[in-house]
């Protein structure tokens, strides 16, 4: 069986299919998810207890303080723990909301997925950058795009 992402090793096609698919869902860049997928780093099933009490779960490492906020919506831990994009396309939400809500630049607003403590978001932040960085490259090499007003003629007239 060929792979479809031949240079992205077999286990971890998923996190880069799912990444992308819900990056786009939430209109979210690509780059980002990746970055925070690959840093979170975590397992479908997977359950990580932090000193604080909480539990950081599943692929995205999603923590369990943020599920409160998603138990009125009808999503349980173990929605947020199955494999698949499922757990994703939550984080792509959550990411999607600090983003859109939250103070500062892109990189800190988006280490908020990890913390908002000054210290731990910027090591995050500094780390996000570095694998985010690496994504773009990637992404580049994959999924070229294309300026509408510089590389398309008029039709007819090429």
């Not at 994504?135 to 795009?145: I, R, Y």
Request: aromatic share 10%; charged share 25%.
């Amino acid at each position: 069986m060929m792979d479809v992402l031949p240079d992205i090793p077999p286990e971890r096609q998923e996190m880069v299919a799912c990444s992308l698919g819900a990056a786009l869902a939430y209109d979210i860049p690509a780059n980002i998810l990746l970055a925070v997928a690959e840093k979170e780093g975590g397992k479908p099933g997977q359950w990580v207890r932090n000193e604080n009490g909480t539990f950081d779960v599943g692929a995205l490492q999603f923590n369990t303080a943020y599920l409160r906020e998603l138990s009125r919506f009808g999503i349980t831990p173990k929605d947020v723990a199955a494999p698949g994009c499922y757990p994703f396309l939550l984080a792509a939400w959550r990411i999607r909301g600090h983003l859109r809500n939250d103070e500062g630049d892109v990189w800190t607003r988006a280490a908020n997925y990890h913390s908002r403590t000054p210290r731990f978001n910027a090591r995050y932040r500094a780390d996000l950058i570095r694998r985010a960085t690496r994504w773009t490259t990637w992404l580049d090499g994959h999924f070229p795009t294309h300026d509408a007003v510089v590389d398309v003629a008029p039709y007819g007239k090429r």
